[in-house]
């Protein structure tokens, strides 16, 4: 039997028991996301340290503030808040994580897309995840809800309009920081989004690129009909399993990682049908690290493949750059390079 007096028994007692209760994490994000705690500590950029009591007072003067500060104080070592402690009382402002879930002017920020991954649909599928082993012929959302989960957000528009807030809310930060650096939209005349969702990525192009003439914002129907009129931008509502609108660059961001690799080939081939000679297709997903390892990047890249697999599909996911490159050769792409300005999403370029 093991010592279980030794350091390397009690490390490994300590970190299992972490990993078992690790769903306390999420959980109370999602918690303190509904309770409008991030902005209630923001007021308006003071970001001044609350206590749970001040907190409640401005958000909902009759709830629990024990029960609020232990929530605060989980995700304080989580690095979500800083705990201050103000003789014996406890205070948190916002860390710099903690600021991506506050309301910026546009209405936009990162906790809807928290709220999107912790709805009950979702949420019901995450028991199922061995199942996907067993067969992996249906993804655990659909076991749990009888329905795909783009199928499942068009059957209901509360869960739509959450899913573009929190496309938007991710997106917006991610354009800002690529356009000042990546000029691979440099001389495009007619550029179009597949899968555009509420257009923010088309609308940030046309901002920065105004050579640009035309912007054309492919999605399913039923969200297109809710994406707002944005100026040289046209909605264009279709499937991009069958075809895809002609342009001399196609876009698309987060939308390979869902699908399967014969999924992603008919998509990547529709794409190839709508470039000219030489045209572009500019991808941006996250790319996988070929080797493992136990850092933010890494961990975070590999949870959200888990997330693909649970909620999208069993064998859509993320993929390293090796893989996106043959993907790209079997569509019939004859050049590939994958640029790294992001943590998340790496922008790949595929040449026809
Ligand atoms: C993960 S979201 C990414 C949204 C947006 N590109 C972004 O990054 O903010 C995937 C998008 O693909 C769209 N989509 C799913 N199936 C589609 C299809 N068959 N044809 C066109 N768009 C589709 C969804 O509606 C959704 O807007």
């Known amino acids: 039997m093991a010592d279980e007096t030794s350091q390397a028994r009690n490390n490994a007692r300590l970190a299992i028991l972490e990993l078992a209760n690790m769903i306390s994490v999420p959980m109370a994000l999602n918690a303190i996301v509904r309770l409008k705690v991030p902005d209630a500590i923001w007021q308006n950029g003071t970001n001044t340290p609350l206590s749970s009591v001040q907190i409640l007072t401005l958000t909902n003067p009759l709830a629990d503030p024990e029960n609020l500060q232990r929530l605060l104080r989980?995700?304080?070592?989580?690095?979500?808040?800083?705990?201050h402690i103000v003789d014996t009382?406890?205070?948190?402002?916002?860390?710099?994580?903690?600021?991506?879930?506050?309301?910026?002017?546009?209405g936009l920020s990162y906790a809807p897309y928290v709220l999107q991954h912790h709805q009950d649909a979702l949420v019901r599928a995450w028991p199922m995840v061995h199942e996907v082993v067993v067969d992996p012929s249906v993804e655990p959302f659909v076991k749990a809800n009888g329905i795909s989960a783009y199928g499942y957000y068009g059957e209901n528009p509360e869960m739509n309009e959450l899913m573009q807030k929190a496309m938007s809310g991710v997106s917006v930060p991610f354009m800002k920081a690529i356009l000042n650096g990546y000029d691979g939209?440099?001389?495009?005349?007619?550029?179009?989004?597949?899968?555009?969702?509420?257009g923010d990525c088309l609308r940030m192009i046309l901002q920065k690129h105004p050579f640009v003439k035309e912007g054309v914002n492919?999605?399913?129907?039923?969200?297109?009909?809710?994406?707002?009129?944005?100026?040289?931008?046209?909605?264009?509502?279709?499937?991009?399993?069958?075809?895809?609108?002609?342009?001399?660059?196609?876009f698309m961001k987060w939308i390979l990682t869902t699908w399967t690799d014969d999924e992603c080939k008919l998509i990547m081939k529709?794409?190839?049908?709508?470039?000219?000679?030489?045209?572009?297709?500019?991808?941006?997903?996250?790319?996988?690290?070929?080797?493992?390892?136990?850092?933010?990047?890494?961990r975070a890249?590999?949870?959200?493949?888990?997330?693909?697999?649970?909620?999208?599909?069993?064998?859509?996911?993320?993929?390293?750059?090796?893989?996106?490159?043959?993907?790209?050769?079997?569509?019939?792409?004859?050049?590939?390079?994958?640029?790294?300005?992001?943590?998340?999403?790496?922008?790949l370029e595929f040449i026809k």
């Open 270 to 298: 529709n794409s190839y049908e709508a470039l000219p000679q030489g045209g572009k297709l500019i991808a941006c997903e996250p790319v996988l690290p070929h080797e493992s390892d136990n850092s933010h990047r890494t």
């Open 89 to 106: 009382v406890r205070k948190y402002s916002l860390t710099d994580v903690g600021k991506t879930l506050v309301t910026d002017e546009d």
């Open 301 to 347: 890249l590999l949870e959200g493949d888990i997330f693909v697999m649970t909620i999208y599909r069993a064998k859509g996911k993320h993929r390293t750059e090796e893989e996106f490159r043959e993907l790209g050769s079997s569509s019939g792409f004859s050049n590939f390079r994958a640029i790294y300005v992001d943590h998340f999403y790496t922008i």
């Open 218 to 250: 492919f999605d399913l129907p039923e969200v297109v009909a809710k994406a707002p009129k944005i100026p040289g931008v046209t909605h264009v509502g279709g499937d991009m399993f069958k075809s895809i609108p002609h342009g001399d660059v196609i």
């Open 74 to 83: 989980m995700l304080a070592s989580y690095n979500v808040f800083e705990e």
């Open 185 to 198: 939209f440099d001389g495009v005349q007619r550029l179009v989004d597949v899968g555009g969702s509420a």
